[in-house]
């Protein structure tokens, strides 16, 4: 059924528990998993030299992915595959996930609600609006609050 499985991260502890979620179902349908990491470029102004804060962000976005991909494999997971890229973060996840002909995406959600989901919006809110294959999405908190 899962060939491929998208697991976006940011390297927050919501996305540790979708991690759990994503490695059970490569296990179970031996599916690879993909780790993509976005760097959100709406974050910088247009007239401001970003090079090495953007540099910054790319270390930071390959020792979580790294780090991803080390739990998948200890867990027994392989192939993982691992990817940081620049742009707006749910057009990205949606780009990759058609370009890898993924089959599943596995996103954390932060659980926000009223104002201030209204106004933050939400990455996985807008995954899930737009894709084209099924997201699955994990609640953050302790499991004793899902």
């Known amino acids: 059924m899962y060939s491929r499985i998208l697991l976006p991260t940011d390297g927050s502890e919501t996305t540790d528990r979708a991690f759990d979620h994503a490695v059970d179902l490569a296990k179970t349908y031996g599916a690879d998993l993909h780790v993509l990491y976005v760097i959100d470029a709406t974050v910088f102004a247009n007239d401001v030299e970003t090079g090495t804060i953007v540099e910054e962000f790319e270390s930071v976005g390959d020792r979580v992915v790294e780090r991803v991909a080390r739990r998948a494999r200890d867990a027994g997971v392989e192939p993982t595959t691992t990817a940081v890229v620049r742009g707006t973060p749910h057009q990205r996840i949606l780009e990759y996930a058609a370009e890898f002909d993924v089959d599943v995406v596995v996103m954390g959600?932060?659980?926000?609600?009223?104002?201030?989901?209204?106004?933050l919006g939400s990455v996985t809110e807008k995954v899930v609006r737009l894709s084209d294959v099924p997201v699955l999405t994990v609640r953050h908190g302790p499991a004793s609050e899902t």
Do not use: E, F, V
Not at 109 to 119: A, E, I, P, S, V
């Open 109 to 119: 959600t932060h659980g926000r609600t009223g104002l201030d989901r209204y106004l």
